[in-house]
Nanobody, 115 residues
Framework: QVQLVESGGGLVQPGDSLTLSCKAS????????LGWYRQAPGKQRDLVAD???????TYGNSVRGRFTVSKDDAQNMMYLHMNTLHPEDPAIYYC?????????WGRGTQVTVSS
């Protein structure tokens, strides 16, 4: 069982930057896929960024070029660096891990963008 804890959400203004963190209970080098998803009220949960063991990263269309993912293997941490936040970016941001075909989710962290 992999436990994931997100942090770093908050209220920002349009154009601001914010970095989210995801702490995994397992060695992230043993995780097959590790990524970020987001869900706005009344909408489905969408891909933000997904990474695999060899470092290949897939970004969602709406965040490509603005958001980047990084990892700290020693700390079992994954980060989502969000730049130029848009009014359509508010959502609960979730960390997701896949290990041996099992999917695990964190509880999410809320990001609000408002002027």
């Amino acid at each position: 069982q992999v436990q994931l804890v997100e942090s770093g959400g908050g209220l920002v203004q349009p154009g601001d930057s914010l970095t989210l963190s995801c702490k995994a209970s397992e060695n992230i080098r043993s995780i097959d896929a590790l990524g970020w998803y987001r869900q706005a009220p009344g909408k489905q949960r969408d891909l933000v960024a997904d990474t695999d063991r060899i470092g290949f990263i897939t970004y969602g269309n709406s965040v490509r070029g603005r958001f980047t993912v990084s990892k700290d293997d020693a700390q079992n941490m994954m980060y989502l660096h969000m730049n130029t936040l848009h009014p359509e970016d508010p959502a609960i941001y979730y960390c997701k891990a896949v290990v041996s075909w099992q999917t695990y989710w964190g509880r999410g962290t809320q990001v609000t963008v408002s002027s």
